[in-house]
């Protein structure tokens, strides 16, 4: 179809260069589009799970209900992550400050870090 007048006369000769650009550059950044989203997807898919160390925890740190068996020896141990969830730092066994039965407190932010009996 043509225009009886010219629609963008400020783009003179590059009317038509132009015009194909506009319909090839919204394919274009689609494309790019959905090619970082599946980098990005693939990615997240190998992250690896947090890891967790495991420790001798104090007596208080243990709950009552766990610590006493009558059937014979049962050895537990406390299994805490090795960074924080709240804020991501590094949590060691040296510098654990244990608040309560299988709760610990980051020292970094302050925040309270669940942790798992396990039988060993």
């Known amino acids: 179809m043509q225009f009886p007048f010219e629609p963008f006369p400020f783009l003179g000769p590059f009317y038509g260069t132009v015009v194909v650009l506009m319909m090839i550059l919204p394919i274009i950044i689609f494309i790019i589009t959905i090619l970082v989203m599946w980098k990005i997807c693939r990615s997240q898919r190998s992250l690896p799970t947090p890891s967790s ?3 001798q ?13 009558s059937d014979g020896p049962d050895i537990r141990t406390v299994r805490l992550p090795s960074s924080c969830p709240s804020c ?4 060691s066994p040296e510098g654990i400050d244990w608040v309560g039965p299988l709760e610990a407190r980051c020292s970094y932010c302050g925040a309270t870090v ?7």
Request: hydrophobic share 55%; charged share 15%.
């Open 53 to 55: 160390f495991v420790m």
């Open 114 to 120: 669940r942790a798992t009996l396990e039988r060993l």
């Open 57 to 69: 925890a104090p007596s208080f740190a243990v709950p009552s209900s766990a610590s006493v068996r």
């Open 88 to 91: 991501g730092a590094a949590l």
